[in-house]
């Protein structure tokens, strides 16, 4: 009797350290960094709000960083994803071992608001921009801006770095700069403080924006994961272009902004989100262009030095669909 109570009290021990460890397994939260919870990152805060991330199992919770500590955070381990693509591209660029597993969002959506002054971009010669930060993808589409209206991007214009859109409008606001790159609703915050929308982006150039970075060890180690991520933001994707209506709720209600401000920003903006996360390998090779000659980069890199689209491809097999 002593031996079999010893069995059966051996086995609870087994049984309750074994339950313990699954709950600890499944109480893991995935923390995931975006810039700001506005329309640039409406993927991450559509798939937590419609609860797509719960449906794969995961604990998840979005955290908005600066783009050049979210993307330490990532190489650290400190967060598990970071949907800030060009930090990634330009970390990938500079050594560390980081990928980018699906494209969110195809072209810019970053608007540039003046003060009244300001009548067109080339006016903005010998004044100051605000931007997220050096390097960030705000620096580099600035840049790229810049160069389009005939302006050296390193000698004609001086860049800010500000940190997120509304810091950006701030400086704007206090006469710290004369312009700043923004995203939706920012642009439309600053035209109800009297400044005025200059031109969008999006219809000077096509550049990819905001995508799912990751550890390259991640990928090789725990794809299962990824590709449960992948298939939550891709769910996300397809209901803000399905959705207007919810989308803009959503919006509303994570960026704590104005119902009729979020819709504006939709509006505006939800045509330029991917509908499968899947681009083109040209388009890929500009932006990695873009980004080397802007971190000063000498070597050549590869598209599959920074992309990794194999998760996605496999998610749409299993969907039904053929990726294209």
Avoid at 300 to 318: G, H, M, P, T
Wanted: proline share 3%; aromatic share 6%; hydrophobic share 45%.
């Amino acid at each position: 009797m002593k031996l079999r109570s010893s069995i059966l009290h051996g086995v609870f021990v087994v049984a309750v350290t074994l339950s313990l460890a699954l709950d600890s397994v499944e109480a893991k939260t995935i923390y995931i960094a975006v810039s700001n919870p506005d329309m640039s990152f409406l993927s991450g805060g559509v798939a937590k709000y419609q609860g797509y991330f719960k449906d794969e199992g995961l604990d998840v919770e979005v955290l908005q960083m600066n783009a050049n500590v979210s993307v330490a955070a990532l190489a650290a381990g400190n967060v598990d994803y970071n949907l800030i693509l060009q930090s990634v591209v330009t970390a990938n660029l500079r050594g560390l071992p980081l990928k980018i597993a699906g494209i969110l969002i195809e072209r810019p959506n970053h608007v540039v608001v003046t003060h009244p002054s300001i009548q067109k971009f080339a006016d903005l010669k010998n004044k100051k921009i605000a931007i997220s930060s050096f390097g960030s993808l705000v620096d580099i589409l600035a840049r790229l801006t810049a160069a389009h209206f005939n302006l050296d991007p390193r000698s004609e214009v001086q860049y800010v770095a500000a940190g997120s859109s509304s810091a950006r409008v701030a400086q704007l606001q206090t006469g710290v700069v004369q312009a700043a790159f923004v995203t939706p609703p920012g642009n439309l915050r600053a035209e109800a403080q009297g400044f005025k929308t200059l031109l969008r982006v999006r219809d000077l150039f096509p550049f990819h924006v905001n995508g799912i970075g990751v550890t390259e060890q991640k990928l090789k180690t725990n794809r299962d994961e990824v590709k449960k991520i992948v298939r939550a933001l891709l769910r996300a994707n397809r209901y803000i272009i399905n959705n207007p209506k919810g989308a803009v709720k959503i919006l509303s209600d994570w960026g704590r902004t104005k119902l009729e401000v979020a819709e504006d920003a939709y509006n505006d903006n939800a045509k330029n989100y991917s509908r499968n996360l899947l681009v083109s390998r040209a388009t890929l090779e500009n932006v990695i262009e873009s980004t080397r000659l802007n971190v000063e980069l000498k070597k050549n890199v590869s598209v599959d030095e920074i992309f990794d689209f194999s998760l996605v491809r496999e998610v749409l097999k299993e969907m039904g669909e053929s990726p294209s």
